[in-house]
């Protein structure tokens, strides 16, 4: 598409997630750090009449469904204030879907970047901030990017210093989870005496990476390794492995390692391969991106 907005759209993995209760609103309220990473999606958006989504991915829906579709809908009255009459917009996703990497809270936030270059809006950052956060509790950290603490449903955010591109390796099983789903066996388990802290306790950590990052403990683990043991075996095998530190990401069904270099994550992908043969394995590193222009108007000033 010559002419075209052209947005980068990174993953996510967590370093932590504590959650600390039910809200009446029927959310809960967390405690988690947010981590951007290379692997992404790449949106693309040209002048057109109404909004139009297609996706290499047949899987994905193209309407009102798909985040995107909504995150243009929510711009529209502010475009065509500015003339615009609709977008043409291309997805091409990288980042597995149900995976807790934050894939379609990416492509959300990098639809608000890529419209508003497309359709001259001018958002401040605020205005930009409260559309990311009506659209999912995970939008707002993608206009941030980087390391962030991420409290209340997620989106009251605080940028933390860069942790560094710190290799990972991502495995993904061959199945999605709904985050719904995850976070509704979570709220019925609170109902229940606390039997699942042994289940963290399994949490791999080694000293200095605790005071780096805190502690390594994701609490949707309890339910997700519960009902889907292969992903705690998962985990297991990472640190077996040589991962300094291997959680869940998310509600799920991702699962990573982080280790002290490429090399460690070559060795562990290999070793991984052979037992977890239809896991998706996939090295990542961390970085200090949020959604970016790569394409399209003057780049320095959409960071
Ligand atoms: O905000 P988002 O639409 O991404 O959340 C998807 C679902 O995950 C919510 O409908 C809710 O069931 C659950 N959720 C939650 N508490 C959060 C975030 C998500 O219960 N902090």
């Given at each position: ?74 711009l529209?009255?502010r ?33 608000i970047v890529?419209?508003d270059?497309?359709?001259?809006l001018e958002l401040d950052r605020a205005t930009a901030?409260?559309i ?172």
């Amino acid at each position: 598409m010559s002419g075209a907005v052209v947005v980068r759209c990174p993953a996510k993995v967590n370093w932590s997630l504590r959650v600390l209760g039910r809200r009446a609103d029927g959310y809960h309220e967390l405690d988690t750090v947010f981590q951007a990473i290379d692997l992404h999606d790449v949106l693309e958006a040209e002048p057109s009449r109404g909004i139009t989504l297609e996706c290499d991915d047949p899987e994905l829906p193209t309407d009102r469904r798909n985040l995107v579709v909504r995150a243009a809908e929510a711009l529209f009255d502010r475009g065509a204030a500015r003339g615009a009459s609709g977008a043409a917009l291309r997805l091409r996703k990288a980042i597995p879907t149900g995976a807790g990497l934050g894939g379609g809270s990416s492509d959300a936030a990098g639809t608000i970047v890529a419209l508003d270059r497309l359709w001259g809006l001018e958002l401040d950052r605020a205005t930009a901030r409260r559309i990311a956060v009506d659209l999912g509790s995970d939008v707002a950290f993608f206009l941030v990017g980087g390391t962030a603490r991420g409290r209340g449903r997620g989106e009251r955010l605080e940028t933390l210093p860069f942790l560094g591109e710190v290799p990972l390796l991502l495995g993904v099983p061959p199945f999605p989870l709904s985050t719904a789903d995850v976070y509704a066996r979570h709220a019925r388990r609170l109902t229940r005496p606390d039997d699942g802290v042994s289940v963290s306790r399994l949490s791999a950590l080694k000293a200095p990476e605790e005071k780096d990052f805190g502690p390594a403990r994701n609490d949707l683990e309890v339910v997700v390794f519960e009902g889907w043991p292969e992903l705690g075996r998962f985990r297991e095998a990472l640190v077996r492995e040589g991962a300094t530190r291997a959680l869940l990401s998310g509600s799920g069904s991702a699962v990573f390692g982080a280790f002290e270099d490429d090399r460690a994550v070559e060795r562990a992908a290999a070793a991984l391969h052979e037992r977890f043969g239809a896991w998706r394995l996939l090295p990542a590193r961390g970085v200090r991106d949020a959604v970016h222009l790569v394409a399209g108007g003057d780049l320095r000033s959409s960071r």
